[in-house]
């Protein structure tokens, strides 16, 4: 008799301490999440820039969501160069075909793919990027090319909106 | 200790006494047996304490004229500096504090290191510390985003991209401590937040750090365990009292040089220029104190491993007790220890430098090499040592060397014989 006492406590200990775990965890997940993105931010989904003032050789960096976006209007040279690189070269093979669809225009995410600092226009050894805070080298692509970034500058979700005018998001 | 003897002489006391054992606790702390042979070194303790209730004072003041919102807080600081009353020096003392307050942990620190105080059985109170300067650490870094410059901003940009380098969750882990896709106004009220409650977390570990102390009671230059209270020890007051104060009283010395004659010679001139998420300073570098640690990660050439590196540096100290297997505590009696530590000090210094050198050709080199050594004093020389070296004879008491029965006898009666 007194075994069956022991289950029914073993049972209610269990029950009870798995109605806890629940409430615990559906009371800790709001605090969590409160800290995630809200409604407002979110928001904030799309940016449309006019780039008719541009001229080959030059970049635009505009904000979008808290963080600023290169367009570049690219040379003839810049694409031969971003183009003949052998994709066992890169670090993180994209081809340039992929990233720039109409090759005069570069549009990414100008943040080092490193630590998020912003690299400067020009510089470095590949003649396209250099990020001042770690010392990562991006090419004419925006591909990394040397230092501690692991992968390439990001490509955001981006359209002609017409012929002078680029909708990011 | 003699703590449960005590009793309060007035029935006042008595009568609180019983209820709340308070009298007792001051009596302990009055009377807690301290061993004599104490040095300078030890005396980092009360001005730590000093430091913490420093900042935690200028701090709410501060935070009574500050405004944590991306719009206005960098204005609200000059707002400070400018037109509120003693503001200027209100900020001063909080940010200068916080260089004086690193400055006494690493003395502390490197204390510990030379004379053992890490050891059995003082590995609680060894590990409480750490935790202690991790949250120092978070708590600076949270401190110096508020002003919103830009060594602020990309400071938090750099730091919180940290957390991105671990697999799969990594940029979740960002967003959520960014509260949206970049550092802004959501992570700046977090940070403001955050940095508020940390202080009272330290304060809380200090307590429990100084409980565990007194335990065990204090490690001393000797390294030996002594008896307490003994010939070997004194009262806490006043003996230490006397000596904490007149060390505090230099230790503020230097902190009023740097708040009254060289104010943001530790800051950096960019952090003077309101934040701006489009353009990162040319050469972004952290405050002086966390210097060591940013050279081991420049030092590694791979994002994840460079973190680990860097985190791992931080988190070796707390299983030091375990790897330095040698029994003899101080390096008074550890001949090659001696050398060893003063190595890693010139290590840690030159970490330090090339920190905030740019990461490139010899000092790159140089980061690389100190950073290795880093990991090998802790990972090998010190396991290694502790059965290799040739300790010298330690004595049986503080009062022994003098007193005769050493191995020092013949010097020590010599030196009675001539005071005769």
């Not at chain 1, 690219?74 to 340039?96: F, G, N, W, Y």
């Not at chain 1, 998020?116 to 010392?135: A, E, I, M, T």
């Not at chain 2, 080199?365 to 990972?379: G, P, Q």
Request: hydrophobic content about 45%; proline content about 7%; some cysteine.
């Amino acid at each position: 008799m007194s075994e069956k006492k022991t289950k029914r406590r073993d049972f209610l200990f269990t029950a009870t301490t798995a109605v806890g775990a629940v409430g615990a965890a559906a009371v800790v997940w709001p605090m969590i999440d409160q800290m995630n993105p809200d409604a407002s931010v979110k928001a904030l989904a799309s940016t449309e820039v006019d780039v008719s003032s541009l001229t080959p050789g030059n970049t635009l960096t505009v904000l979008w969501r808290g963080k600023p976006v290169f367009i570049r209007r690219r040379t003839q040279e810049e694409i031969d160069e971003a183009r003949s690189v052998k994709m066992e070269d890169l670090i993180h093979p994209e081809k340039d075909e992929d990233r720039a669809k109409n090759p005069e225009w570069l549009v990414m995410l100008g943040v080092c793919t490193h630590l998020g600092c912003v690299p400067l226009n020009d510089k470095g050894d590949y003649n396209g990027w250099f990020c001042p805070c770690h010392g990562s080298h991006y090419d004419t692509s925006g591909r990394i090319r040397k230092g501690p970034a692991p992968w390439n500058m990001e490509v955001p979700k981006y359209e002609f909106v017409d012929a002078n005018t680029i909708k990011i998001g | 200790m003699s703590d449960h003897d005590y009793r309060p002489k007035s029935k006042v006391g008595q009568w609180f006494n019983d209820r709340l054992p308070l009298l007792t606790l001051a009596n302990h702390l009055t009377d807690y047996p301290t061993p004599k042979n104490l040095n300078y070194w030890w005396t980092f303790g009360g001005i730590l304490t000093f430091c913490l209730i420093t900042q935690i004072v200028t701090g709410l003041t501060l935070a009574m004229h500050y405004i944590a919102h991306a719009d206005m807080a960098f204005e609200s600081v000059e707002h400070i500096m400018r037109d509120v009353n003693y503001g200027w020096l209100i900020r001063y003392i909080h940010a200068n504090g916080a260089s004086m307050f690193f400055l006494a942990v690493y003395i502390h620190i490197f204390r510990s290191l030379f004379y053992g105080s890490y050891k059995s059985p003082r590995e609680i109170i060894w590990i409480l510390g750490i935790i202690i300067y991790l949250l120092m650490m978070a708590a600076a870094f949270m401190g110096y985003v508020l002003p919103w410059g830009q060594m602020s901003f990309w400071g938090a940009t750099v730091i919180t991209n940290l957390f991105s380098a671990i697999p799969l969750v990594g940029e979740g882990i960002v967003t959520w401590l960014w509260g949206g896709y970049s550092v802004d106004n959501p992570t700046l009220t977090r940070f403001f937040t955050l940095h508020y409650l940390i202080p009272f977390l330290i304060l809380g570990l200090v307590v429990l750090h100084i409980w565990a102390l007194h335990v065990p009671g204090n490690n001393n230059p000797v390294g030996i365990d002594i008896k307490k209270p003994s010939k070997d020890t004194v009262p806490f007051h006043p003996y230490i009292v006397i000596k904490d104060g007149f060390a505090l009283l230099m230790f503020m010395i230097v902190f009023a040089f740097f708040v009254f004659y060289a104010p943001n010679i530790l800051g950096h001139a960019d952090n003077y220029i309101e934040a701006n998420p489009m353009v990162t300073p040319a050469h972004i570098v952290p405050e002086w104190y966390l210097l060591p640690f940013y050279a081991i990660l420049r030092s590694v050439p791979d994002k994840l491993l460079g973190v680990v590196a860097m985190l791992s540096a931080i988190l070796i100290l707390a299983v030091l007790p375990w790897l330095d297997t040698s029994k003899i505590r101080s390096a008074v009696f550890r001949p090659l220890y001696k050398q060893f530590y003063w190595i890693l000090v010139a290590d840690v210094l030159i970490l330090g430098y090339v920190g905030a050198m740019p990461a490139e050709g010899l000092y790159l080199l140089i980061a690389r090499v100190a950073t290795a050594y880093y990991f090998l004093h802790f990972l090998v020389i010190l396991p290694v040592l502790g059965f290799k070296e040739k300790t010298l004879p330690v004595p049986l008491s503080i009062t022994e060397p003098v007193l005769g029965g050493s191995p020092n006898l013949a010097a020590a009666r010599n030196k009675e014989s001539k005071i005769e």
